[in-house]
C-alpha cells in the first residue's frame, strides 16, 4: 500500500487516493428516531467518503467509529451513484483548524448500494 505524506508531514493511511466529490454531491443519513440530516461531502474515493459534521450537530451522539449505517449520497451524474448504500464508519475526527475548522470529519468505507427495487 502507498503512503502519502500530508501536508502537515503526517503519513497517510488511506489505500486509496481522495478527491474533490466530482461523484457525489451529499449524503443524507436517517437513524431510527432521529430526523433526517443532510450532509456536505469533503472528498470521496472509489470505495469510501468523508462527511463533513458540524461540532455541534446533535448527529454527532448516535455515529460511533465501527458502526454499519445507511447512507443516501446523491448525485447529479449517472444513476449508479445515486441511492443508499450501506458503509461502515471508519474514523470521526476533529478538525482544529484550516477550512473545516468546527466541523468533524466522518470517514466511511461504502460496503455494498442497496436493492431499492
Do not use: C
Not at 431510527?32 to 456536505?40: D, E, R
Not at 451513484?81 to 466522518?106: M, P, Q, S, W
Request: proline share 2%.
Amino acid at each position: 500500500m502507498a503512503r502519502a505524506v500530508t501536508k502537515d508531514r503526517s503519513v497517510e493511511k488511506r489505500s486509496e487516493s481522495r478527491g474533490s466529490p466530482k461523484v457525489f454531491h451529499g449524503a443524507s443519513i436517517k437513524l431510527v428516531g432521529v430526523p433526517l440530516y443532510q450532509f456536505k461531502l469533503k472528498d470521496t474515493s472509489e470505495n469510501g467518503a468523508s462527511i463533513l459534521v458540524k461540532a455541534d450537530s446533535f448527529m454527532l451522539n448516535y455515529l460511533e467509529v465501527g458502526q454499519v449505517l445507511k447512507i443516501n449520497f446523491s448525485s447529479d451524474l449517472q444513476s449508479d451513484h445515486n441511492g443508499d448504500f450501506e458503509t461502515e464508519i471508519v474514523h470521526i475526527t476533529k478538525a482544529d483548524k484550516g477550512r473545516y475548522k468546527g466541523h468533524y470529519l466522518v470517514g466511511v468505507r461504502i460496503l455494498n448500494k442497496k436493492d431499492t427495487s
